[in-house]
């Protein structure tokens, strides 16, 4: 009888929790923003139990519900961080945001190559939001960042990225990089150039150098 009124009690307690993944799941695609927000971090403490679902979700024709779906994915530690590269192709800039602000709060270092290309996106949060995981890789980013910057010679809005990432990380590999990018036209990039030899100790010699 015991072991009867257990089985019970655990079915009872698994459709409990599956009925709860269910309505937390409709919330968090209704089109409410507080209710999906709410239902957002609620999903995340399901961990792995919530990530097919939500992936299911992430290949949705509605970029809103992909957004949320990959917003939630983004927070769960054990979610497949591979999958995240593909979802960098999504034809939604805002979908791509989310992806890469994920991929900020979790570095990869295989996304190095695709976040470098959002550094000539037209969208600026995107470029931006590109340019912050990039230096959250650190220093698994440097030779990926040299060699954008070797290639990509425009004084441009995604040469001043890089830079910013590359003096932000602050790894002495790129020190001939930033004492070149001294001398360029941009004031922008000569200060970021600065700063990067700042962080590696290196001003009294730049300034020693004019």
Not at 58 to 81: E, F, G, H, K, M
Not at 87 to 96: H, K, N, P, T
Not at 155 to 162: E, K
Request: aromatic share 6%.
């Amino acid at each position: 009888m015991d072991s009867h009124r257990y089985r019970r009690s655990a079915r009872s307690s698994t459709r409990a929790k599956i009925n709860n993944l269910d309505a937390l799941l409709a919330d968090l695609t209704c089109g409410n923003d507080a209710l999906a927000e709410t239902a957002m971090h609620k999903l995340v403490a399901f961990g792995t139990e919530a990530v097919s679902a939500l992936r299911e979700l992430a290949n949705s024709p509605d970029s809103d519900v992909r957004w949320w779906a990959i917003s939630t994915l983004a927070q769960i530690d054990d979610a497949d961080v591979d999958w995240f590269l593909a979802a960098l192709d999504d034809e939604s800039v805002e979908v791509q945001q989310a992806v890469v602000l994920g991929l900020t709060a979790r570095p990869y270092p295989k996304a190095a190559p695709a976040l470098l290309d959002f550094l000539q996106h037209s969208d600026s949060m995107l470029r931006s939001l590109a340019m912050n995981a990039l230096v959250a890789l650190g220093t698994d980013a440097t030779l990926a960042l040299l060699g954008f910057l070797e290639s990509h010679t425009a004084q441009d809005a995604a040469r001043l990225s890089a830079v910013r990432a590359i003096a932000s990380i602050a790894d002495k590999r790129a020190i001939p990089v930033l004492m070149a990018a001294l001398e360029e036209d941009s004031a922008l990039i000569r200060h970021w150039a600065e700063e990067g030899l700042e962080k590696l100790g290196l001003d009294m010699v730049y300034m020693k150098l004019d």
